[in-house]
């Protein structure tokens, strides 16, 4: 494909030339500074935008009662959500053809009209919701081209192929999906596409960021000559990059890509080029071949920064990209055309979330019993002690029915300091005669009695299951005010088994012996009595020692009468005054 005597080639190569040249092209800096690139969102900035290139093709076919065949192939990456919107009710009449290579379940919330007849295959995990139109099921092949081939002898040829990854919403614009071709042919021919979207269609999708890029150009920056720098690092599988140049300024790009990876440039007026692969010119019909002219086998960001501009003696850096996908072929579009001043954001390592898949209508319903029949006012308080029941259901869109199955719940508090603590449940008995459509489980609120906070958001992730394919169904939450219950501490009782008591009764018995020796040896010590003499009518109690004795009084055998009467009041008195007795 190579050509010479072309008008534009001198040119091209004066400009290599005179970029490879030791001729400064901008006042050589002191010092020169590199810098850290960060992740783009949606792959775009107002530098340079980036798009993988799919299979696909375009062509003017309708069959014979004015009917477009389109085919959309839906890629799903690990991770991305697998339910997407499908609305086709502006569609011009077709017949839409969807497959996919994921093993997970795709739920597809659809609105057709009725000239929409959509196919899917047999084995297909498609699962469509809400008006559908007309769904036939066939036995599609899963490869692209004979699939194609399966379209063309199925309808006599095919409109469309497109091919999308991570969608989450696919509507029609209600156009006509045929494109104008000068030779009129109906064969759609798969190849890698730019321009991959149809004007019949439009559609949001989930891509992960797959560049990060960066500039160290001062705002409002009036420098004419500007340094685009595009590294595609060496574990990266991307071996052909379409580079578009839109930018009205001198521009100085310097491309470094693994090796065999090949370069076209398309338009590539004012621009200086410099690459360690071979470059590949593309100018009005011819296309010239430009070997690589630096060699750098490193994908270092601060070694290719510094070797891109010790190369074109720059001070600042424009752009600098780093490119990262699955493909094998990319397009790049590089170049601010409305000079718009562009700012680095400091180095993070969240970007802005996407905007949230459609997802199954869920609802959430908490009871106090499980009978499930008293359900939880909104702003009811539950003890802590006690356990509550949850049913979570979802409004299936469509005659399909699915199996709701909870993956994992947690709280989370309300106020200033948020906490979040797992919440384990147990699956409640659920027939689908009772409860169509919905799970049941339960919680124990004792992870809750030590926690400051009563107001909680209750937030269960569930799967949707079709048979035995499942899918993420999304997140359900649901308020809970929760009151602290006080539980006093819990009587000790002590058990006294048969030991303790033989202890007991044994150490009775020794304080028993213990306390009548004691008692013997105080009578020894003493010479108290043993017992009080209930016949002696003199009894020693003030407390005189023993050894101060005194003779008895010698008692008549025959008292008088006067006598007995006079003895019996003196043991009268003994018993009352013991010393008035012992005269």
């Not at 005179?18 to 900035?45: I, M």
């Not at 295959?121 to 092949?141: D, E, Q, T």
């Not at 299936?396 to 603590?421: A, D, Q």
Request: contains cysteine.
């Amino acid at each position: 494909m190579e050509s010479s005597n072309m008008p534009l080639l001198p040119l091209l190569l004066l400009c290599l030339a005179f970029a490879t040249s030791g001729l400064p092209l901008v006042s050589h800096p002191a010092s020169q500074q590199t810098c850290e690139p960060v992740k783009v969102p949606d792959n775009q900035n107002a530098w340079i935008r980036v798009r993988e290139m799919p299979k696909g093709c375009w062509t003017s076919y309708t069959t014979k009662d004015s009917k477009e065949v389109h085919i959309l192939s839906l890629h799903f990456l690990p991770g991305a959500s697998t339910m997407f919107e499908l609305n086709m009710t502006t569609a011009k009449p077709m017949h839409l053809i969807i497959t996919t290579a994921s093993e997970q379940a795709i739920y597809c919330l659809t609105n057709a009209n009725e000239d929409v007849s959509l196919y899917v295959a047999n084995n297909s995990n498609i699962i469509f919701h809400g008006s559908k139109g007309n769904v036939h099921r066939k036995a599609l092949p899963t490869d692209n081209e004979a699939l194609v081939r399966w379209a063309t002898e199925e309808f006599g040829g095919v409109t469309s192929f497109t091919t999308i990854q991570n969608p989450t919403s696919i509507a029609s614009t209600g156009r006509e999906g045929t494109r104008l071709l000068p030779t009129g042919s109906n064969n759609c021919t798969l190849q890698n596409e730019w321009h991959s979207l149809k004007h019949y269609l439009t559609f949001k999708s989930n891509i992960p960021s797959s560049i990060k890029s960066c500039s160290n150009q001062p705002l409002n920056s009036h420098t004419e000559k500007e340094l685009y720098i595009v590294n595609i690092p060496e574990d990266v599988s991307i071996r052909y990059v379409s580079v578009h140049v839109i930018s009205e300024r001198q521009i100085s790009l310097f491309l470094r890509g693994p090796n065999g990876t090949t370069w076209s440039i398309h338009d590539p007026q004012h621009t200086s080029l410099c690459s360690n692969n071979v470059i590949m010119l593309a100018a009005t019909n011819t296309m010239h071949t430009i070997p690589p002219v630096v060699a750098i086998t490193t994908d270092s960001v601060d070694a290719v920064q510094k070797k891109a501009m010790d190369h074109f003696k720059a001070s600042t850096i424009t752009s600098y990209s780093e490119i990262r996908t699955e493909g094998t072929m990319v397009t790049l579009v590089l170049g601010n055309k409305d000079h718009t001043p562009v700012t680095e954001t400091a180095p993070t390592e969240t970007t802005p979330s996407p905007p949230s898949p459609p997802q199954m209508p869920l609802i959430m319903q908490l009871y106090t019993s499980p009978d499930y029949r008293s359900p939880l006012d909104l702003n009811a308080k539950v003890q802590s002690d006690k356990r509550i029941y949850a049913e979570i259901s979802g409004r299936m869109l469509g005659e399909i029915v699915l199996t709701i199955k909870v993956i994992n719940c947690s709280v989370h508090s309300k106020g200033s300091c948020p906490v979040v603590r797992d919440m384990p449940f147990r699956s409640e008995m659920c027939f689908s005669t009772m409860c169509p459509n919905s799970a049941r489980v339960s919680f124990s609120l004792e992870l809750l009695q030590d926690l400051a906070s009563t107001s909680w958001d209750l937030e269960c992730s569930v799967k949707l299951c079709f048979r035995e394919k499942c899918g993420d169904g999304g997140r359900v939450k649901k308020n809970l005010e929760v009151t602290q219950t006080y539980i006093p501490p819990p009587t000790v009782c002590i058990d006294f088994g048969l030991s303790a008591v033989l202890g007991i009764a044994f150490g009775g018995f020794l304080i028993g012996v213990l306390l009548i020796g004691a008692l013997w040896f105080i009578k020894i010590r003493t010479g108290y009595p043993t017992g009080l003499d209930v016949g002696s009518t003199a009894v020693n109690l003030s407390g005189c020692p023993c050894s101060l004795t005194s003779k008895r009084q010698p008692v008549s055998t025959n008292p008088s009468p006067s006598e007995n009467s006079s003895a019996n009041a003196s043991i009268g008195s003994t018993q009352s005054t013991p010393t008035s007795s012992m005269a």
